[in-house]
């Protein structure tokens, strides 16, 4: 993953409303969520999530998609994974980490 993309991904994250947008497709999985169902599960105004899901797809940690008259909304968990791994790659001071020596790591 690019700086860039790192700067991108973080920055749409780093608002209250797009990072529980994002925490709600996480949890939908790969059916993803209308722009509707967006809005009951987190009483946010249609134009504002509109907003905040166009920023979202801007920095590639959503995806959208038409399936007849609705738009499906997913997150882009290969985009997180790589979010995750460039922000954990130097981790234990650049050695790969174990599931066991990450609980006790320093880092």
Known sequence: ??????????????????LRVF??????????????????????????????LKELVHSGLVSQERQGRNLIYRASFDTMDDLLGYLTENCCQGASCLAETAKSCDC
Do not use: Y
Not at 36 to 44: I, K, N, P, R, Y
């Open 1 to 18: 993953m690019q700086e860039i993309d790192v700067i991108r991904s973080l920055a749409a994250l780093a608002q209250e409303v797009r």
């Open 23 to 52: 925490r709600a497709l996480v949890v939908a999985g790969a059916e993803g969520l209308t722009p509707g169902s967006l809005c009951e599960q987190l009483a946010v105004a249609p134009n504002t999530l509109s907003f905040h």
